[in-house]
């Protein structure tokens, strides 16, 4: 599936990452930052797609959009600042 979410010299600098998890990093870096309005959908669906993958598929599926938002209000509540930090 291509999308065109981000540019083929993005999609390079990901590919050119030391590790696995450097790679993962970079890439949802470049998702966060592509201001494309459905970057994580569609790479939710790309990762779908590969069979791979079902268990992270599960995993994703088994949150609803009340557990989530919930989680997000324990994290907002835990931090003394009221911002939100995400490390990738």
Excluded: W
């Excluded at 993005?10 to 592509?34: A, E, I, Y």
């Excluded at 797609?49 to 509540?77: F, K, P």
């Amino acid at each position: 599936m291509q999308e065109e979410v981000i540019s083929y010299e993005d999609m390079r600098k990901v590919l050119g990452q030391g590790d696995q998890r450097d790679r993962c990093r970079t890439l949802l870096g470049l998702l966060h930052t592509s201001n494309h309005p459905q970057a994580f959908v569609k790479l939710y669906l790309a990762i779908k797609e590969d069979s791979g993958l079902q268990e992270l598929i599960d995993r994703i599926d088994h949150y609803t959009y009340e557990s989530l938002i919930s989680q997000l209000q324990d994290m907002y509540i835990s931090e003394p600042t009221g911002f939100i930090t995400f490390f990738l």
